[in-house]
């Protein structure tokens, strides 16, 4: 394949973790490829997701969602299962701010039939140790909404570090969220994620 304007092709992006992870997750670039099974699973998974965050739920959406993932500010990648390759989720490295920030967020959402299983803290590993290596970041954030405990517990697990706390961060939906931030960096350690 050719190698996309400012970024990879949308092939495997697999770093291993560790064998169990590499042997049940991978995490590859989205592409228009992914729309039927991706909106089928994400409508499956509204109220799973609701208020923390809002999917992509139709052709429109998707196609959205696909054109901000440039390579450059943005890398939209889904999480897939490594033996049969379906879609557990999906993992956003957003933001990307280059120049002596080197900094980006991430964002994730685990599919319904997945949900509580792992694969989502692999896929989130997975998705900062490629901010780290491939795309030689410095810092990874998470911004999390305080009730939102699955996640909190996922990012715990990782080893990220609570940095504080923002009202009114992010808008979803139609309100401002007040939202907890947390990160990894470089000079961490990072054997949470398998650094």
């Not at 715990?156 to 940095?163: M, Q, V």
Request: glycine share 10%; hydrophobic share 45%.
């Amino acid at each position: 394949m050719a190698e996309r304007p400012g970024g990879p092709s949308p092939k495997l992006l697999n770093v291993s973790v560790d064998q169990v992870l590499a042997s049940r997750v991978m995490i590859r670039t989205i592409t228009a490829a992914d729309e039927k099974r991706f909106l089928e699973l994400a409508n499956l998974s509204v109220e799973l997701h609701r208020p923390w965050v809002g999917l992509p739920l139709s052709p429109s959406g998707f196609a959205d969602y696909l054109a901000k993932c440039d390579q450059v500010t943005m890398v939209g990648m889904v999480a897939c299962r490594a033996g049969d390759g379906d879609l557990l989720g999906m993992v956003n490295i957003n933001e990307i701010v280059r120049g002596p920030y080197q900094r980006a967020s991430l964002g994730y959402a685990v599919f319904l039939p997945y949900a509580g299983r792992g694969y989502m803290s692999a896929s989130v590993a997975l998705a900062a140790r490629h901010a780290f290596e491939r795309l030689d970041l410095n810092r990874v954030e998470a911004d999390i909404q305080p009730a939102n405990a699955a996640s909190l517990k996922l990012i715990r697990r990782l080893g990220f570090r609570k940095e504080g706390f923002s009202p009114g961060f992010i808008k979803i939906g139609d309100s401002w969220r007040d939202h907890e931030r947390w990160a990894l960096t470089r000079q961490m350690d990072l054997s949470g994620i398998g650094g």
